[in-house]
């Protein structure tokens, strides 16, 4: 790998922030939590909960039918949540102004199922890359891994990056990955994972609840020492159509780090 600049005191306050630990986190005061008894016979457990001052908006929500999974709506405005109380028809109003307004998480969230890394500062050396020199940065790494690499992918169908995986892995690299399962249906995914699990390359699909949830991740992590991460999906349109970013960072805490995270990536259950 060549040499990477160091980066700036300010740029590597943008690129990793400084974090207290949970625990000595300043405790938030308790917030009203308003609920709609039994509205309708679709609709169940509806609460409303404000987001803390100057915010006028909160958090909606609900379950349905016989689903006993949570669903949340944020940044609902109080406006609408007055409005939703006092509807004729609280199932109409809801499938009219709610369920495709506003952002929604189905069921747990990754928080509550994830103790996620709390940030850390550390020094690096990084590279940056934008739009076509994002591809020649991913293909270097790949070029100069010796031990393993670990690929959490949101899309892949670009062969120039496959035949380089399948290249280190002839040469002893160990590689594993994991990819979103809905993109795993386009026609050149299966065509590269195909490729991958002949080779003997293990691929793990990751499924997500929710209708517009996703294992939206990119990034690589090169012999527990590297990560490549990004905008950039490894894709033709990300590489000639799209504006993507991409940056190389060199630091074994931070590979640490992202190696937790690609280690917690596992299907919801269906």
Same mark, same amino acid.
Not at 18 to 47: I, K, M, Q
Not at 183 to 200: D, K, S, T
């Given at each position: 790998?060549?040499?990477?600049?160091?980066?700036?005191?300010? !740029? +590597?306050? @943008?690129?990793?922030?400084?974090?207290? %630990?949970?625990?000595?986190?300043?405790? /938030?005061?308790?917030?009203?939590?308003?609920?709609?008894?039994?509205?309708?016979?679709?609709?169940?457990?509806?609460?409303?909960?404000?987001?803390?001052?100057?915010?006028?908006?909160?958090?909606?929500?609900?379950?349905?039918?016989?689903?006993?999974?949570?669903?949340?709506?944020?940044?609902?405005?109080?406006?609408?949540?007055?409005?939703?109380?006092?509807?004729?028809?609280?199932?109409?109003?809801?499938?009219?102004?709610?369920?495709?307004?506003?952002?929604?998480?189905?069921?747990?969230?990754?928080?509550?199922?994830?103790?996620?890394?709390?940030?850390?500062?550390?020094?690096?050396? !990084? +590279?940056? @890359?934008?739009?076509?020199?994002?591809? %020649?940065?991913?293909?270097?790494?790949? /070029?100069?891994?010796?031990?393993?690499?670990?690929?959490?992918?949101?899309?892949?169908?670009?062969?120039?990056?496959?035949?380089?995986?399948?290249?280190?892995?002839?040469?002893?690299?160990?590689?594993?990955?994991?990819?979103?399962?809905?993109?795993?249906?386009?026609?050149?995914?299966?065509?590269?994972?195909?490729?991958?699990?002949?080779?003997?390359?293990?691929?793990?699909?990751?499924?997500?609840?929710?209708?517009?949830?996703?294992?939206?991740?990119?990034?690589?992590?090169?012999?527990?020492?590297?990560?490549?991460?990004?905008?950039?999906?490894?894709?033709?349109?990300?590489?000639?159509?799209?504006?993507?970013?991409?940056?190389?960072?060199?630091?074994?805490?931070?590979?640490?780090?992202?190696?937790?995270?690609?280690?917690?990536?596992?299907?919801?259950?269906?």
């Amino acid at each position: 790998m060549k040499p990477l600049p160091t980066l700036a005191a300010a !740029a +590597l306050a @943008a690129l990793c922030l400084l974090a207290a %630990p949970r625990g000595a986190r300043g405790a /938030e005061p308790p917030v009203a939590r308003e609920t709609l008894p039994t509205p309708s016979t679709f609709l169940h457990d509806v609460a409303w909960t404000p987001n803390p001052p100057p915010a006028t908006d909160g958090t909606l929500s609900l379950t349905l039918g016989d689903d006993p999974e949570t669903i949340r709506y944020f940044e609902v405005p109080r406006t609408e949540w007055e409005a939703f109380k006092t509807a004729d028809s609280p199932g109409s109003f809801y499938a009219k102004n709610i369920r495709q307004a506003y952002e929604r998480q189905y069921g747990a969230s990754r928080e509550e199922k994830f103790d996620t890394p709390i940030p850390v500062q550390t020094h690096i050396d !990084a +590279l940056c @890359a934008f739009n076509e020199e994002c591809e %020649p940065v991913v293909l270097e790494a790949i /070029e100069n891994a010796h031990t393993s690499i670990y690929i959490a992918c949101y899309a892949f169908t670009r062969t120039r990056i496959a035949r380089a995986l399948l290249d280190a892995h002839s040469r002893g690299v160990r590689i594993a990955v994991k990819m979103d399962t809905r993109q795993a249906e386009h026609p050149g995914a299966q065509r590269i994972l195909a490729l991958f699990r002949e080779a003997g390359i293990p691929v793990t699909l990751i499924y997500t609840t929710g209708e517009y949830s996703a294992m939206h991740n990119k990034f690589m992590i090169f012999d527990m020492t590297q990560v490549v991460t990004g905008s950039y999906n490894y894709t033709t349109q990300a590489q000639v159509s799209n504006w993507e970013n991409l940056i190389w960072l060199r630091s074994p805490s931070m590979a640490e780090q992202y190696k937790q995270a690609w280690d917690a990536i596992v299907s919801d259950a269906p």
